[in-house]
């Protein structure tokens, strides 16, 4: 009787589980497409600091990627709003691209620590 009773409950448990879950929908990530970036490739040489010398933007597996001499490893930009905002989560930074006459993008000013880096972009 007890293992009756017990088998019963972890029915019970193991369908309402499978309930509750199906109403979960499964996350889709959508790959960006890479002409939507292209204002921000290039290299931007950073003003005097004792960081970093210089960055590239380039766009790699779907998303625009951060690299630069003293830090090799990619790292993901991830948009934050629409605009020129981008989070640089791998050191919980900000990324501002900046644009002359709101047209080309002509720097950037990186947000880190309570530091703001600026760059040229070089053409």
């Known amino acids: 009787m007890k293992k009756n009773v017990f ?19 499964p996350s889709v990530k ?44 990619e790292a993901p930009l991830t948009r934050e709003k629409e605009g020129d905002e981008f989070l640089l989560t791998a050191f919980e930074a900000k990324v501002i691209f900046l644009r002359k006459n709101g047209s080309d993008v002509t720097g950037l000013k990186i947000l880190v620590q309570g530091q703001e880096l600026e760059g040229e972009k070089e053409m």
């Not at 088998?7 to 979960?24: D, E, M, P, Q, T």
């Not at 960081?51 to 001499?69: A, M, N, P, R």
């Open 7 to 25: 088998l019963f409950i972890f029915l019970l448990l193991s369908v309402c589980l499978a309930k509750a879950n199906s109403g979960v929908s």
């Open 30 to 73: 959508i790959a960006a497409d890479s002409l939507a970036f292209k204002d921000y490739y290039g290299s931007f040489k950073m003003a005097a600091n004792p960081y970093v010398e210089k960055v590239k933007i380039s766009f790699k597996d779907g998303q625009l990627t951060i690299q630069s001499k003293e830090y090799p490893q």
